[in-house]
């Protein structure tokens, strides 16, 4: 008789204070949280001003954990975001996040994204 193997994939339960810890205090240093099919979750530390940056081929949703945002956008204007706010940023679209307190931001992207921009 033929033996059947199963492989148990254990479940586990994320801890977003745990990964605010682990981000240490370290601004725009984001750190992976999750990964979803071919996208990833991310969980930043935003303090002061970022970059005017832009993601050729993949938008990018920014979620307010704790804190509040700013995103700067050309030829529109500012977004800004409170605890529990989202909104997604389309692929191609330049923009500047900031916040002036340290605020905490779940990035919901694409793996491949380069966090940075192009």
Known sequence: MKRVT????????ISLKD???EI??????????ARV????V?????????????HTNEDELFY????NIVIQLKDQPDITLNN??????PKGKEHCPKSSEPSYVLL???YVLKTRGD
Do not use: C, Y
Request: aromatic share 8%.
């Open 19 to 21: 990964k605010i810890k």
């Open 37 to 40: 099919n071919d996208q990833v």
């Open 64 to 67: 307010v954990v704790e804190g």
């Open 42 to 54: 991310r969980l930043s530390l935003l303090e002061g001003e970022f970059h005017w940056h832009k």
């Open 84 to 89: 529990g706010q989202m909104t997604v940023i």
């Open 6 to 13: 199963t492989s148990i994939t254990m479940i586990s339960v």
């Open 108 to 110: 919901f992207e694409p």
């Open 24 to 33: 240490g205090g370290k601004a725009w240093s984001p750190v992976d949280v």
